[in-house]
């Protein structure tokens, strides 16, 4: 899957990539069924969020299986086996890591781990603190390689201490602390549980792709809520939840 910034722009640039493929669908049906791969029900509920979106939109994942669901529902026979090709429409963005096929997220501590992170990467994300774009950094110390630290609570009620950096390559270091008993910076490599209730790392990539860097061991946790993390419902802002870690 790839992903989009929720632009007019954008769009339509994506909405012309169809038309090549799927020549024989009506204009107004390609409409609906890209709204609805990109997660609205219709096409007007996609031009009112683009509104609301504004000059500097989020990006959202557009759903290559939910674009042919649509289409076959509106009576286009296609087939399943369409995938975007991100080097082609301007400003997509790819986030399938081609070295991810053998990483899944099977134990609780695995998908503890990944809700976790995907919630603060999308904090960091709506706070437009960075882009999925590569170097697009805008904390206030980024041109200085500062890091930036924030918190905010997840829907467990759990207070979450967030610190992102610029570690080059257009790499994102993120690293969350959980509850934290103490004040200053989090260095989560060096955190124990008496600091706080959990502690996790990982790497946004954003050159080859954009995808959390999957460095599930990078992780400490209290069993309590350890269950409370898995039990999280949380969806990656436009961004892929799985890849290598460099």
């Given at each position: 899957?790839?992903?989009?910034?929720?632009?007019?722009?954008?769009?339509?640039?994506v909405?012309?990539d169809?038309?090549k493929?799927?020549?024989?669908?009506?204009?107004?049906?390609?409409?609906e069924?890209?709204?609805?791969?990109?997660?609205?029900n219709?096409?007007?509920?996609?031009?009112?969020?683009?509104?609301?979106?504004?000059?500097?939109?989020?990006?959202?994942?557009?759903?290559?299986?939910?674009?042919t669901?649509?289409?076959?529902?509106?009576?286009?026979?296609?087939?399943?086996d369409?995938?975007?090709?991100?080097?082609?429409?301007?400003e997509?963005r790819?986030?399938?890591?081609?070295?991810?096929?053998?990483?899944?997220y099977?134990?609780k501590?695995?998908?503890?781990?990944?809700?976790?992170?995907?919630?603060?990467?999308?904090?960091?994300?709506?706070?437009?603190?960075?882009?999925l774009?590569p170097?697009?950094?805008r904390?206030?110390?980024?041109?200085?390689?500062?890091?930036?630290?924030?918190?905010?609570?997840?829907?467990?009620?759990?207070?979450?201490?967030?610190?992102?950096?610029?570690?080059?390559?257009?790499?994102i270091?993120?690293?969350?602390?959980?509850?934290?008993?103490?004040?200053?910076s989090?260095?989560?490599?060096?955190?124990t549980?008496?600091?706080?209730?959990?502690?996790?790392?990982?790497?946004?990539?954003?050159?080859?792709?954009?995808?959390?860097?999957?460095?599930?061991?990078?992780?400490?946790c209290?069993?309590?809520?350890?269950?409370?993390?898995?039990?999280?419902?949380?969806?990656?802002l436009?961004f892929?939840?799985?890849?290598?870690v460099?």
């Amino acid at each position: 899957m790839a992903s989009i910034p929720l632009s007019t722009q954008a769009v339509k640039a994506v909405k012309t990539d169809l038309t090549k493929w799927f020549d024989e669908c009506k204009s107004a049906h390609l409409s609906e069924a890209l709204a609805y791969a990109l997660g609205f029900n219709t096409n007007a509920a996609l031009l009112k969020e683009i509104e609301l979106q504004g000059n500097d939109p989020l990006f959202y994942i557009v759903d290559e299986e939910r674009l042919t669901k649509r289409l076959n529902a509106l009576g286009y026979p296609v087939a399943n086996d369409f995938f975007f090709d991100a080097a082609d429409i301007p400003e997509m963005r790819e986030t399938l890591c081609l070295r991810s096929f053998d990483i899944e997220y099977k134990t609780k501590r695995q998908k503890a781990w990944r809700n976790l992170m995907v919630s603060a990467v999308n904090e960091a994300l709506r706070r437009r603190l960075f882009s999925l774009r590569p170097d697009d950094n805008r904390w206030p110390s980024h041109q200085t390689m500062g890091s930036h630290i924030f918190e905010f609570q997840l829907t467990t009620g759990d207070l979450a201490r967030v610190k992102v950096r610029d570690i080059g390559y257009s790499e994102i270091a993120v690293e969350v602390m959980l509850n934290p008993r103490t004040g200053g910076s989090p260095i989560a490599y060096y955190a124990t549980l008496q600091e706080c209730d959990a502690v996790a790392m990982s790497w946004l990539e954003r050159r080859d792709g954009a995808w959390l860097q999957s460095a599930m061991d990078s992780f400490r946790c209290k069993r309590p809520v350890l269950e409370r993390l898995f039990s999280l419902e949380v969806e990656p802002l436009g961004f892929g939840d799985k890849g290598a870690v460099k």
